[in-house]
């Protein structure tokens, strides 16, 4: 486990500014380009845990860069090219402050706020007597603002509107977006054996033209249960299987953290680091139906370094 990337700290021409994230580190290239570097950095009730998951960065990146094209009919995205395994280069844009979350279950943390005995997500009214993986009648759109530090919260879209985060006509545009990118995510997965349950999305703005930003459908971002046994488990009222960083969550919850202040995170072993990994390649194997391969990470700083160097010696 000790290729595995944790930190960057790279200092390339015309670099503006760097912002570091949970998972990713995004350098403004003369805010003409953003470089994003995947970080095998794993975050979990928006705490970065202590080691990292070697291959986890390339794994998304990879995953994202996928689904970024197969999506680019639905929605202008940022990517302009993949210089290598763990980065990826795109457009420069302004993040809009929220994050546009879909959920087509009930699970995970909406089934959470569900069973405290809550009736409505981001405004969004949830009927009664409903059980968790249970399927909502249509996909519904729960955001969050962003925090650039600690955790998202739950906003609903009237008060999104109302504090003038986003603009009527930006947000209907967002909301039309997420649905129809859900629809698309969920199709591809249907055809992998796979349900699409939920996701997030983040757009951003470049010269006045909304655009699909940072990962999409990854493992990290998204939830996917196996198509195969989901009506038999639910009948029964047994756990799905699943696709999903929910694992880790729940070995977290399992030995007393979740995130909350004055806890601490659990010892990570590395042959529980090693699993992370192992599951996160059956992640990346099952959602994109390819075989994974690993990239040399000899020396991967480097080797990155060296990749976007090329790519920023061409097109500056």
Same mark, same amino acid.
């Given at each position: 486990?000790?290729?595995?990337?944790?930190?960057?700290?790279?200092?390339?021409?015309?670099?503006?500014? &760097?912002?570091?994230?949970?998972?990713?580190?995004?350098?403004?290239?003369?805010?003409?380009?953003? &470089?994003?570097?995947?970080?095998?950095?794993?975050?979990? !009730?928006?705490?970065?845990?202590?080691?990292?998951?070697?291959?986890?960065?390339?794994?998304?990146?990879?995953?994202?860069?996928? !689904?970024?094209?197969?999506?680019?009919?639905?929605?202008?995205?940022?990517?302009?090219?993949?210089?290598?395994?763990?980065?990826? &280069?795109?457009?420069?844009?302004?993040?809009?402050? &929220?994050?546009?979350?879909?959920?087509?279950?009930?699970?995970?943390?909406?089934?959470?706020?569900?069973?405290?005995?809550?009736?409505?997500?981001?405004?969004?009214?949830?009927?009664?007597?409903?059980?968790?993986?249970?399927?909502?009648?249509?996909?519904?759109?729960?955001?969050?603002?962003?925090?650039?530090?600690?955790?998202?919260?739950?906003?609903?879209?009237?008060?999104?509107?109302?504090?003038?985060?986003?603009? +009527?006509?930006?947000?209907?545009?967002?909301?039309?977006?997420?649905?129809?990118? !859900?629809?698309?995510?969920?199709?591809?997965?249907?055809?992998?054996?796979?349900?699409?349950?939920?996701?997030?999305?983040? !757009?951003?703005?470049?010269?006045?033209?909304?655009?699909?930003?940072?990962?999409?459908?990854?493992?990290?971002?998204?939830?996917?249960?196996?198509?195969?046994?989901?009506?038999?488990?639910?009948?029964?009222?047994?756990?799905?299987?699943?696709?999903?960083?929910?694992?880790?969550?729940?070995?977290?919850?399992?030995?007393?953290?979740?995130?909350?202040?004055?806890?601490?995170?659990?010892?990570?072993?590395?042959?529980?680091?090693?699993?992370?990994?192992?599951?996160?390649?059956?992640?990346?194997?099952?959602?994109?139906?390819?075989?994974?391969?690993? +990239?040399?990470?000899?020396?991967?700083?480097?080797?990155?370094?060296?990749?976007?160097? +090329?790519?920023?010696?061409?097109?500056?």
């Amino acid at each position: 486990m000790s290729n595995a990337v944790v930190k960057t700290d790279f200092n390339f021409p015309k670099q503006k500014s &760097v912002y570091k994230g949970k998972v990713r580190d995004v350098y403004n290239i003369d805010d003409k380009y953003m &470089v994003m570097v995947v970080t095998d950095r794993i975050s979990a !009730f928006d705490v970065v845990l202590p080691k990292g998951i070697s291959y986890k960065g390339q794994m998304l990146n990879q995953i994202a860069s996928k !689904f970024l094209d197969s999506t680019a009919d639905i929605c202008p995205n940022w990517k302009i090219a993949t210089p290598d395994p763990n980065v990826t &280069v795109g457009h420069f844009c302004d993040p809009f402050p &929220v994050e546009m979350i879909i959920r087509g279950y009930l699970t995970g943390s909406s089934w959470r706020t569900y069973k405290k005995g809550a009736r409505e997500i981001c405004g969004v009214p949830i009927p009664d007597g409903m059980r968790e993986h249970e399927r909502f009648e249509e996909p519904i759109v729960t955001p969050t603002t962003k925090a650039h530090e600690g955790h998202d919260e739950d906003i609903s879209k009237e008060e999104i509107l109302k504090q003038g985060l986003v603009s +009527a006509e930006d947000y209907e545009l967002l909301e039309k977006y997420t649905i129809e990118l !859900f629809k698309r995510g969920s199709e591809i997965a249907d055809e992998k054996g796979l349900i699409l349950v939920d996701t997030k999305y983040e !757009f951003g703005k470049k010269d006045g033209k909304i655009y699909l930003i940072d990962e999409i459908h990854t493992p990290d971002s998204s939830r996917y249960f196996y198509k195969d046994g989901y009506e038999e488990r639910f009948a029964k009222g047994e756990q799905q299987k699943q696709l999903s960083k929910e694992f880790v969550r729940e070995w977290l919850m399992d030995h007393g953290f979740q995130g909350q202040s004055g806890q601490e995170v659990p010892f990570m072993s590395d042959d529980f680091v090693n699993s992370v990994s192992e599951r996160y390649i059956e992640l990346f194997e099952s959602i994109t139906g390819e075989n994974f391969e690993k +990239a040399d990470t000899g020396n991967i700083l480097k080797r990155m370094e060296n990749n976007v160097m +090329a790519f920023l010696d061409a097109n500056l």
